[in-house]
C-alpha cells in the first residue's frame, strides 16, 4: 500500500481520533445527541467498572422471585430484585450489558472494515468489480435480515464467533453501498484529479485523499449501526440463538423471564428490556445529534 | 421505461436464483446431513447411504439445485421432516397468517409515519417537528421483544384489557391481533417517519418552494400541489422497504406472541433442522422482499418525471 | 434621508418603490449579523436600476427583503419599504402574499432549480392568473400560452406539456421571465439571472429583458455581479459593498466618473478592452471583504482603499454625499474624501512589464481526437450488440505553444475544453493523434504511467475553489505532498521549507500551511491550487477556468499572480476560459472551439478582428463590456447548443449561425481557411468575405491615446 506514515509533523494528515473528539465536542450545540452520548458513556462505564459495580455474582442464584428493593439474605439490597432463579437482576443487566457492548462493538468494526474496503474499491474502481460487489451486496441484502440471521446461526450454531460472523455478513452491505456512493461523489472531485495527476496509487487515494471526506456519514452510520446490532444481539438471545448461558444477556433474560410479566413478576422482564431500549436510545441520539451539528458545518 | 422494467425484473429473477442458490447450498449441500435429519440421530451409516443413492442425493450438487428449482416452480415444496407431512400443506395457512399481520401494519404504519413525517417536515425546527422527532426516534428504540413485554405488562397484567397471546387456539379472533401489531407499529413506523420528515424538510428548502412563496400562492396549496408530490417520492422507496424489515420483526413478534405465522414456523425449523421447511420459509421471504424492492425502485422511476420522462 | 424628488426619472408620477433607511439583519449562533444597512432606494415607474456588487455584499438580501421573504433567521430591523406608496410593513401576511407574483413579481439565478420538477411547465403558469386573478383554466391556458410566445419560445404548445428537465436552460429561463409577466406585475426583481447560463444564450435573454420592460412599462430591479450587464439593462445603478450602498446615480455618469474608491477600483479589476497585460495591467483592489461581524469603524471600504486616511476615514459612520454634477443630480456617495482624491493620480498599479519572449515549441498538438462511447441499453442495441454511439468530444485538434507562451482556449459549455485538458493531464487518453510535451507524445500514455518528470512537468489549475483542496488535509500537507511525490525534496524539513517559499510566491501567510481548506476563502484556495500547480516546476501549466468562480476584485488579483509566477518560470500557460475579456487580456494565442471542434485560431489580435469566424464574432459580440464608450455590434443568436451526442453533420455552428450560406453549411464540415500563418478559420464563407464584415467592437480613441 502506498500510505505514508513517515511525514514531518506539519504535513500529516490529521488523525481521525483527533477528529472524532472534536465531532464529540461539536456535540453541545444539539443537546439531543448529548443527551445520548450521555447515556452511551454511563453504559460503557458501567461495562468497563462491571466487576466494582455489580453488587452480586450474576450467575450466583440466591433468592428467587424477590422485587426489587428486598433484602438480600447475607447483608445488601437487589435493587432490581431477583429472577425466577434467584439470580440478582441488576448484576445480570450490568454484566449483560458489557457483553452486548463488546459483541456489538467488535462486531460492527469488523463490518465496517470490510463494508469500507468493499465500498472504496467499488466506488473507485467502477466497472466489473463494482457490478460484482454490488450484486452480492443486493442479494444479501435482499434478505430479510432477521430470516437471515436465523439461517446463520442455524446453520453455524450460536457462539460469540458466529454472532460477530454473522453481523459482518448481514451489514457489511449496506456499509458498503454508504462507502460506495459517498466515494462515488467524492472521486469526480478536482482534489481527486489533483492527486492522480501528482501520480498518486489507487489505494493513497481511497484511504488518505476520500476515506476521510467520507467521515461524518460514516460516523453517524456507526452510532445507528451500533444501536441496531445491540438490538439483534438482543434478538437473537431472545430466540433463543444468543450468547451461550448462563451468562446474562439482555435478550435471553427477557425471553427467561417474560412468562412472569403477566404472573405478577414485571420487573424481571421489563428491567432488562428497559435496559436495552435505553442504550439504543443512547445511539440513535447521538447518531441524530451528529448528523444535525455536521449538517451545521 | 419499458426496458428499464424489463431490466429490473431480470435482476430480480437473477438475485432470485442467487438467493436460491445460497439457500440450497445451505441446506443441501451435505447429502449425509440431509440423511441424517431424515432418518435420525440412531441411523446407520449404511442406512444413510443407502438413503443418499435412493433419493438421487449422490449426484451433481448443481443437477440436484436445477431439478429443485424446477420442483419449486411446479410447486412441490418437499415434505417436512417434523410434521411428516408435505411442506405445501402447513406452509401456505402460515403464509396467509403473516400476511393478514403484516398486512394490518403496514397500512396502519404508513398512515401514522407518513401523517406525522409531512407535519414534522413541513415546519422543520419548529415545537411541532421537535416533539414528533423525538418521540419517534425513542420509539425506533425500543425493539420488539423489548416493547412486547412492556406492552404486555400495561394492557395485559396492570389495565388487563388484552390478551397476552395470539395463537388465535379458538379461531381468527381480532383482538389477539392488537398487541402484535402495536408492537411491529411502534418500531417501524418512526424510520419512514424520520425520512418523510427529512425528505419533506430537503423540498421545503428547495428554490422551486420560494419560486412558489413568491408567485403569491397560498401556503396550503404549495404543500398540497408543490411539496407533497416532490416530497413523497422518496419515502415511496423507504416504504416499500420497509415490507422488508417488517418481515424481519415478524419473525420475533410472532415468536414473542405465539402467534402462528410463517416466521415463528421458520425459527422452529432451523431449529429442529426441518430443511425443506426452511428452503420453503427463506425462499418465499426473500421473494417478498425481492419482489416489494423491485415495485419500490420501478415506482419511484414511475412518480419521479425527470426519469419518466427522459 | 431619502430624496425622492433628486431621484426618479424625472417623470411626475409616485415612484413604484421608495425604500429608506432600511435595514436587515439575520439571527445567527454568534448573534445578529446585520446583512444590509442604511439602504435608500427609489425606482419610478419603466424606470430600471441595477444593484452591483461582489458576493456578500447584501444584493441579494435587498430583493428578499422588498418581498418581505427573510426565512426563518432573517428580518428587517428598521427603515421602511414603500411599494405604491403602501408601506410593506403595514401588509398583513395575507395581503403580502397577494404582491408577491402579481405586483412584484422575481426572476431568480438557477432556472432550473426555479421551477418544480414535478409539475408541468403549463401547471406552473397557469396557477399565477388562476390564484391571483381568479380566470378560468381555459383562459390561464391561453394566456400562459401567449406570454410562452411573447418570450420568444418557439414552440409553446409543446413546451406547455414539458416538465422543466425536458427543456434547455435559455428556455427554462424564459419561462421563469413568463411566469413573472403573467400578471402583469409593477416591480420586476432579477437576481442574477443569466449568471447560470452560457454567454451566448445569456445575451439573448438580457435583449428580451430589455425589450419587455419597455413594453410592459415595469419597473426593474436588476442584481448582478456584472457590471457591464448593467450597461445594458440599467438607467441608474448602486454600487454595493459590505452591506451598503457606497455610490448611486444615473449609469452613464458612474462609469465615466466613479467617485468611489470601491467602484474605481472595480473599473480597475475588470479586463476591459484597452488593458493589456503588459503595458496596463489589471490594478487588484488590495485585502478581501470584512467579514459581517468584523466590519472595521468608520468606512468599511477603509482597510482595502489606497486613499485611506486614518483618524477620518475610520471615526464615524460615513453618510451618503451628494456629488452635484450638472450631468447628474442623483450622484452620490458614501466617502468623506470623493472631492480630494484625484483618481488618475491614484493608480496602485503603474508597473508595466516587459512583454515575455516566446520560446521555443514545448507542447504540439497534432490533430488530437477524442471519442466516448456512449452505451446505449435498448432492447435492441443489447440484441444486435450494437450498443454503443461515439460521441466526438475532442474533433482533429491542432495547435502548438512555446515556451512562456499563454494559449488561450475559448468555449461555452459543452465545446470540448475540459475534455481536452483531461487529455493532456493523462486522465483520459486520446483517441488519435498526438500530444506532445518536448517531443514526447503523452496523449496515449494515461496519467498511471507518466514517469514523475513527465507528471511535474505538466499541471493543472483547477476551477472550482471549494473543490480543488481536499478538505480533510491542511494546505501544507497538500501541497508537500506534491514536493514529495516529484521527488523534489524528501526530508521533511526541507520540504516544510520550500512549502513556505512557495506560500511566499502566490502572497500567502506561512502560517497557512497550519490550516484547512474550510479556513481559507475562495481566492485564498486558488492561490493554494496554483502554489500546488507550480510546486513540481512545471513546463506547461493548465489553468481550466481558474477565476471564473471568483468575485472581480479576487479574480483581477489571482490573474496577475498566475501571470507574475509564469513569466518567472517562463512556464507555458493554456488558459481555458469561456471570458473573452480575459482572454483578450492575458493571452497570445487563442484557440476558439466550438461543440468539440476548433472554428478559430490566431494571435489575440487577428482573433479578435475581422475577418471572424461566425462563431467568434457572435461570441464577441455577447460579452457584456462595462465601458460606456466602446461601441458594439449586437449580434444575438437563435436555439441552443446542439447536443455533443448529436451533433449537426456539417459545420457545427450551422444551426444558429448568423451567416449561414446554405445547405452546404449543414451537409458538409467547412474547410480550414488559412488567414496567415497562423490564422486559420474553419468556414464556408470565402476569407475574402469574412475580411469585409466590420469590426464588432469599436474601442473609443481616448482609450488608444491613452496606451500610447
New interface residues.
Given amino acids: 500500500m502506498a500510505t505514508s506514515t513517515t511525514d514531518a509533523p506539519l504535513v500529516r494528515p490529521d488523525s481521525t481520533i483527533v477528529n472524532a473528539v472534536k465531532a464529540v465536542a461539536l456535540l453541545r450545540e444539539s443537546p439531543?445527541g448529548l443527551f445520548g452520548a450521555l447515556i452511551v458513556l454511563f453504559f460503557v462505564l458501567l461495562a468497563i467498572f462491571a466487576p466494582l459495580v455489580s453488587p452480586f455474582d450474576p450467575n450466583a442464584t440466591i433468592l428467587p422471585f424477590a422485587f426489587p428493593g428486598t433484602a438480600a439474605p447475607d447483608g445488601g439490597v437487589f435493587l432490581f430484585g431477583t429472577d425466577h432463579l434467584g439470580r440478582d437482576i441488576l448484576s445480570r443487566i450490568i454484566w449483560g450489558g458489557q457483553r452486548v457492548l463488546f459483541y456489538a462493538t467488535v462486531a460492527t468494526i469488523s463490518a465496517y472494515i470490510v463494508g469500507i474496503i468493499m465500498g472504496l474499491a467499488a466506488g473507485y474502481f467502477r466497472g466489473y468489480l463494482d457490478e460484482i460487489i454490488s450484486?452480492f451486496a443486493?442479494?444479501i441484502l435482499?434478505?430479510?435480515?432477521?430470516?437471515l440471521y436465523?439461517?446463520i446461526?442455524?446453520?453455524v450454531g450460536a457462539s460469540g464467533l458466529n454472532i460477530i460472523f454473522a453481523v459482518v455478513f448481514a451489514s457489511s452491505p449496506g456499509i458498503m453501498r454508504i462507502v460506495r456512493g459517498v466515494t462515488m461523489d467524492i472521486a469526480t472531485r478536482d482534489y481527486i484529479a489533483a492527486s492522480q495527476t501528482r501520480g498518486e496509487g489507487p489505494w493513497y487515494i481511497m484511504l488518505v485523499e476520500i476515506l476521510p471526506n467520507a467521515r461524518s456519514p460514516l460516523i453517524v452510520d456507526f452510532c445507528l449501526r451500533m444501536?441496531y446490532t445491540t438490538?439483534t444481539i438482543?434478538?437473537l438471545g431472545?430466540?433463543?440463538?444468543g450468547l451461550p448461558p448462563p451468562d446474562p444477556d439482555w435478550?435471553g433474560m427477557?425471553?427467561e423471564t417474560?412468562a412472569f410479566?403477566?404472573g405478577?413478576f414485571?420487573h424481571m422482564?421489563?428491567l432488562p428490556?428497559?435496559a436495552?431500549?435505553?442504550l439504543?436510545?443512547g445511539?440513535?441520539?447521538l447518531a441524530?445529534g451528529l448528523r444535525e451539528v455536521s449538517l451545521k458545518d | 421505461m419499458?426496458?428499464l422494467i424489463?431490466?429490473r425484473i431480470g435482476?430480480m429473477i437473477?438475485?432470485m436464483l442467487?438467493?436460491a442458490l445460497?439457500?440450497f447450498l445451505?441446506n443441501e449441500g451435505d447429502p449425509r446431513l440431509i440423511a441424517r435429519s431424515v432418518l435420525g440421530p440412531y441411523a446407520q451409516d449404511q442406512q444413510l447411504d443407502a438413503w443418499i443413492v435412493q433419493h438421487g442425493y449422490d449426484r451433481h450438487i448443481l443437477v440436484r439445485y436445477v431439478e429443485w428449482i424446477g420442483r419449486v416452480m411446479s410447486g412441490d415444496l418437499g415434505d417436512s421432516i417434523i410434521y411428516k407431512r408435505p411442506v405445501n400443506e402447513i406452509f401456505w395457512d402460515r403464509l396467509g397468517n403473516t400476511g393478514i399481520l403484516a398486512g394490518v401494519t403496514f397500512v396502519v404504519m404508513v398512515i401514522v409515519a407518513l401523517t406525522l413525517g409531512v407535519l414534522a417536515g413541513m415546519k422543520e425546527?419548529s415545537t411541532q417537528d421537535r416533539v414528533i422527532?423525538?418521540f419517534s426516534?425513542?420509539t425506533?428504540?425500543?425493539?420488539?421483544?423489548?416493547?412486547?413485554?412492556?406492552l404486555?405488562?400495561i394492557f395485559?397484567?396492570t389495565l388487563g384489557w388484552l390478551p397476552?397471546t395470539s395463537s388465535m387456539t379458538s379461531g381468527f379472533n381480532v383482538v389477539e391481533l392488537i398487541l402484535p401489531v402495536m408492537v411491529l407499529t411502534l418500531y417501524g413506523f418512526g424510520y419512514v417517519a424520520r425520512m418523510t420528515r427529512a425528505s419533506m424538510a430537503e423540498v421545503m428548502t428547495?428554490?422551486?418552494i420560494?419560486?412558489?412563496?413568491?408567485?403569491?400562492?397560498?401556503y396550503r396549496?404549495i404543500i398540497m400541489?408543490?411539496a407533497l408530490?416532490?416530497a413523497l417520492?422518496a419515502p415511496f422507496t423507504v416504504i416499500m422497504l420497509q415490507i422488508?424489515?417488517?418481515?424481519?420483526?415478524v419473525?420475533?413478534t410472532e415468536?414473542?406472541f405465539g402467534y402462528k405465522g410463517f416466521?415463528a414456523l421458520?425459527?422452529e425449523a432451523?431449529?429442529r433442522?426441518d430443511i425443506f421447511v426452511?428452503e420453503a420459509?427463506?425462499t418465499a421471504?426473500?421473494f417478498v422482499?425481492?419482489f416489494t424492492?423491485t415495485i419500490g425502485d420501478l415506482g419511484y422511476t414511475y412518480?419521479?418525471?425527470?426519469i419518466r420522462?427522459k | 434621508m431619502a430624496d425622492p424628488n433628486g431621484k426618479g426619472n424625472g417623470s411626475g408620477e409616485p415612484p413604484v418603490l421608495e425604500i429608506s433607511g432600511l435595514r436587515l439583519s439575520y439571527y445567527t449562533r454568534a448573534g445578529e449579523v446585520p446583512a444590509v444597512m442604511d439602504f435608500d432606494l427609489t425606482i419610478a415607474k419603466g424606470e430600471s436600476v441595477g444593484l452591483v456588487g461582489e458576493s456578500g455584499c447584501g444584493k441579494s438580501t435587498v430583493a428578499n427583503g422588498i418581498?418581505r421573504?427573510m426565512g426563518?433567521n432573517g428580518g428587517i430591523v428598521g427603515g421602511t419599504i414603500k411599494f405604491q406608496g403602501r408601506d410593506m410593513a403595514e401588509l398583513s401576511e395575507e395581503e403580502i402574499?397577494?404582491?408577491?407574483?402579481?405586483d412584484i413579481?422575481?426572476i431568480?439565478q438557477?432556472p432550473m432549480?426555479?421551477?418544480?420538477?414535478?409539475?408541468t411547465i403549463a401547471a406552473q403558469l397557469m396557477?399565477?392568473p388562476m390564484?391571483?386573478e381568479g380566470v378560468s383554466e381555459e383562459e390561464a391556458f391561453q394566456r400562459s400560452f401567449d406570454m410562452l410566445a411573447a418570450v420568444n419560445i418557439p414552440d409553446p404548445k409543446r413546451l406547455m406539456d414539458?416538465?422543466p428537465?425536458?427543456v434547455s436552460g435559455g428556455q427554462q429561463q424564459r419561462v421563469?421571465i413568463a411566469?413573472a409577466l403573467l400578471s402583469k406585475p409593477a416591480l420586476l426583481l432579477l437576481d442574477e439571472p443569466t449568471t447560470a447560463l452560457d454567454v451566448t444564450v445569456e445575451a439573448g435573454i438580457v435583449e428580451l429583458i430589455a425589450e419587455l420592460s419597455k413594453e410592459s412599462g415595469a419597473s426593474l430591479l436588476y442584481i448582478s455581479h456584472n457590471l457591464g450587464l448593467m450597461l445594458e439593462v440599467c438607467d441608474r445603478i448602486c454600487v454595493m459593498y459590505s452591506g451598503e450602498v457606497v455610490e448611486e446615480g444615473h449609469i452613464d455618469s458612474i462609469f465615466s466618473w466613479p467617485k468611489h474608491p470601491y467602484t474605481h477600483g472595480l473599473f480597475g479589476c475588470i479586463p476591459l478592452p484597452h488593458a493589456d497585460k503588459n503595458a496596463r495591467p489589471l490594478a487588484a483592489i488590495k485585502g478581501q471583504l470584512p467579514l459581517p461581524h468584523q466590519r472595521p469603524k468608520g468606512c468599511y471600504f477603509g482597510p482595502r482603499c489606497e486613499s485611506f486616511q486614518a483618524g477620518r476615514c475610520d471615526a464615524d459612520h460615513i453618510p451618503m454625499e451628494d456629488v452635484h454634477t450638472d450631468d447628474d443630480p442623483a450622484h452620490r456617495v458614501r466617502c468623506l474624501r470623493w472631492n480630494e482624491i484625484d483618481h488618475d493620480a491614484v493608480v496602485s498599479n503603474e508597473t508595466t512589464r516587459e512583454p515575455i519572449e516566446v520560446g521555443d515549441t514545448v507542447l504540439e498538438v497534432d490533430n488530437m481526437r477524442k471519442y466516448y462511447d456512449v452505451k446505449e441499453?435498448?432492447?435492441a442495441t443489447?440484441i444486435s450488440r450494437e450498443a454503443v454511439r461515439q460521441v466526438k468530444a475532442n474533433e482533429s485538434i491542432s495547435f502548438d505553444a512555446g515556451e512562456g507562451e499563454t494559449v488561450a482556449i475559448v468555449g461555452e459549455s459543452g465545446c470540448g475544453k475540459s475534455t481536452f485538458a483531461k487529455v493532456l493531464m493523462g486522465l483520459e487518453t486520446a483517441t488519435d493523434g498526438e500530444v506532445r510535451l518536448d517531443g514526447t507524445d503523452l496523449g496515449s500514455i494515461e496519467v498511471k504511467k507518466r514517469t514523475p518528470e513527465q507528471l511535474a512537468s505538466l499541471q493543472m489549475v483547477f476551477q472550482n475553489p471549494n473543490d480543488t483542496l481536499n478538505p480533510s488535509h491542511s494546505v501544507g500537507y497538500q501541497i508537500g505532498r506534491v514536493i514529495k511525490r516529484f521527488g523534489i525534496e524528501s526530508d521533511p524539513a526541507k520540504i516544510q521549507d520550500r512549502v513556505h517559499k512557495l506560500l511566499d510566491t502566490v502572497k500567502l501567510p506561512r502560517a497557512f500551511a497550519a490550516r484547512k481548506p474550510r479556513q481559507l476563502s475562495g481566492g485564498q484556495k486558488q492561490r493554494v491550487g496554483i502554489a500546488r500547480a507550480f510546486a513540481g516546476n512545471p513546463k506547461t501549466v493548465i489553468a481550466d477556468e481558474p477565476i471564473s468562480a471568483l468575485d472581480v476584485s479576487v479574480a483581477a488579483a489571482v490573474t496577475e499572480l498566475l501571470m507574475d509566477i509564469q513569466r518567472e518560470h517562463r512556464t507555458t500557460l493554456l488558459f481555458i476560459s469561456h471570458d473573452l475579456s480575459a482572454v483578450r487580456y492575458l493571452s497570445d494565442r487563442v484557440v476558439v472551439m466550438y461543440l468539440g471542434q476548433i472554428m478559430e485560431r490566431g494571435t489575440t489580435e487577428e482573433v479578435f478582428a475581422p475577418p471572424y469566424h461566425p462563431y467568434t464574432e457572435a461570441l464577441l459580440s455577447a460579452v457584456p463590456i462595462a465601458d460606456p464608450e466602446v461601441e458594439k455590434r449586437r449580434i444575438v443568436l437563435e436555439g441552443n447548443l446542439p447536443s455533443p451526442l448529436d451533433p449537426p453533420k456539417g459545420c457545427p455552428f450551422s444551426t444558429r449561425c448568423q451567416r449561414k450560406v446554405g445547405s452546404i453549411c449543414d451537409d458538409e464540415p467547412p474547410p480550414v481557411r488559412l488567414d496567415t500563418e497562423g490564422h486559420s478559420i474553419a468556414c464556408h464563407i470565402p476569407l475574402e468575405e469574412l475580411r469585409e464584415v466590420e469590426p464588432v467592437i469599436t474601442i473609443p480613441d481616448r482609450d488608444l491615446e491613452a496606451t500610447t
Fill in positions: 439531543v450484486f443486493n442479494v435482499s434478505f430479510p435480515i432477521m430470516v436465523v439461517l446461526i442455524a446453520k444501536g438490538i438482543g434478538a431472545f430466540l433463543g440463538l435478550g427477557i425471553t417474560r410479566v403477566t405478577g414485571p422482564a421489563i428490556a428497559c436495552v431500549s435505553l439504543v436510545l445511539f440513535n441520539l441524530d | 419499458p426496458q424489463m431490466r435482476m437473477l438475485i442467487t438467493v445460497l439457500l445451505m425546527g422527532s423525538v426516534i425513542t425506533t428504540s425500543i425493539p420488539e421483544y423489548a416493547s412486547a413485554v412492556l404486555a405488562w395485559v397484567f397476552g428547495n428554490p422551486y420560494r419560486t412558489a412563496m413568491l408567485k403569491g400562492l397560498p396549496h400541489k408543490h408530490r416532490n417520492i422488508n424489515w417488517l418481515l424481519s420483526g419473525v420475533v415468536f414473542a416466521g421458520l425459527l432451523a431449529l433442522r426452511i420459509c427463506g421471504a426473500v422482499a425481492v424492492q412518480l419521479n418525471p425527470r420522462f | 418581498m421573504y426563518k402574499r397577494r404582491v408577491r407574483g402579481k413579481a422575481m431568480y438557477e432549480a426555479a421551477l418544480n420538477p414535478s409539475l396557477e399565477v390564484i391571483h414539458s416538465y428537465h425536458q421563469v411566469m441499453s435498448t432492447l443489447l
